[in-house]
Each structure stands twice: as C-alpha cells, then as structure tokens.
C-alpha cells in the first residue's frame, strides 16, 4: 500500500537549518509530482513547494522562497525539503504529499504522517 | 494568487442532518476543486477531486457540486464519524491554496 514518512523534524533556533525527508514505498515514485504542505498549530493547510515527477520543475510559496528548496532522489524514493534562515512563524507540522499524477497540476491523493517542525530560542 | 474562501467557518449539526459547505475563488478555476477532511492529530483525507467526483473509498453520503468560482460539499446525512474540519483546495494554478477551513461540531 502506498506509504509516505517524512523525518527530520525537531526544535531549532530561529535563523537555523534544517532538512526534512520523506520515504516513498508501495508504489513507483518516479512516476507522480510530489509536495510539501504544512500546518501551524491550530491553523489551516499552507501549500509549500511542489516538484514534478522527474524534480525539473519546482515551486516554492512566497512564503518560503529563497529560503526553503524541494527536490528529490528517485533512485532512493525519498522526497526532500531543504529549510534554511528559519523563523519562528515556519513552525508547524510538515506534511509530504503524492499528487494523483504526474501533472504538475493535480489534487494530493495520499498524505504522510507529518513531522513537526518547531522554531523557537 | 486565488484566494480560497469557505463559510461558515464553523458550523454545528446534528446526526442525521444535511449540511453544507461552500467553498468560493476569487477567480474562475473550472472544476480544479477538491475536498479534504482531517481528523485531529492526523493528515487530511482526500474526499472529493474535480469538483464532483468522490474518491475511492469515501461513501456516497458525501458529494460535491459547482464549477468555477462557487463550490459546495454536502453531507447528505451527518454521522459520527464525520465531525471534523474540511478544507477545499484549488489545484488550476500556482500557489496552489487551500480554504481556511469550516469545522464541523456537534450540536
């Protein structure tokens, strides 16, 4: 069955890194576009980033451009996000997400667990 | 950027009752709509994609109308299990954005 589980996740300072993962099994990663989607404690749903199948074309939120970077390793099934100069308000759990196809523009049909990620001095 | 936007922000039911949810754009996105419940502590579930078409596994109770800029989704007799917030999502373009949300309570 389709499976995603993100890691990474954890306590970091403001203006710190961190890069989140998430592990594919259950069904061939290489052929479905993927996300990142997150949520602050106690609020709504925030698209992050989005890479197609083939990680040759990314978007990034406003939110987090410049800062943050998605990209992925088909050889090992695993989905990244690179988070760099992080503020208190990217606190939040992170959720990787599987769009239905390949499109780049397409609903999310599977959802991981999420990791929480928590930015504070 | 399209702007999501959902009412009520809350609403409260009873078992039994039919409820629904609008969802608005601030611009046309054909039927590129879908609907997520999420339970607490867990990942949003896929309800309803194109709008309309109810995905695999989710019972017939729930279904989903309009194209676009004006959406709903309906639960034709409210049950226990279906107390929970409920997101609509545009995917016509990026950002990709989703509504605020509208939290199902009980009554």
């Known amino acids: 069955q389709v499976q995603l589980v993100e890691s990474g996740g954890g306590v970091v300072q403001p203006g710190r890194s961190l890069r989140l993962s998430c592990a594919a099994s259950?069904?061939?990663?290489?052929?479905?576009?993927a996300h990142w989607v997150r949520q602050a404690p106690g609020k709504g749903l925030e698209w992050v980033a989005a890479?197609?199948?083939?990680?040759?074309?990314?978007y990034h939120a406003d939110s987090v451009k410049g800062r943050f970077t998605i990209s992925r390793d088909n050889s090992k099934n695993t989905l990244y996000l690179q988070m760099h100069s992080l503020r208190v308000e990217d606190t939040a759990v992170y959720y990787c997400a599987r769009s239905f196809s390949d499109l780049i523009l397409d609903y999310f049909d599977y959802w991981g667990q999420g990791t929480l990620v928590t930015v504070s001095s | 950027d399209i702007q999501m936007t959902q009412s009520p922000s809350t609403l409260s039911a009873s078992i039994g009752d039919r409820v629904t949810i609008t969802c608005r754009a601030s611009?046309?996105?054909?039927?590129?709509l879908a609907w997520y419940q999420q339970k607490p502590g867990k990942a949003p579930k896929l309800l309803i994609y194109k709008a309309s078409s109810l995905a695999s596994g989710v019972p017939s109770r729930f279904s989903g109308s309009g194209s676009g800029t004006e959406f709903t989704l309906t639960i034709s007799s409210l049950q226990p299990d279906d107390f929970a917030p409920y997101y609509c999502?545009?995917?016509?373009?990026?950002?990709?954005?989703f509504g605020q949300g509208t939290k199902v309570e009980i009554k």
């Open positions: 999502q545009q995917y016509s373009t990026y950002p990709l954005t």
């Open positions: 259950g069904f061939t990663f290489k052929n479905y576009t």
């Open positions: 611009q046309s996105i054909s039927s590129w």
């Open positions: 890479i197609s199948y083939d990680g040759g074309n990314k």
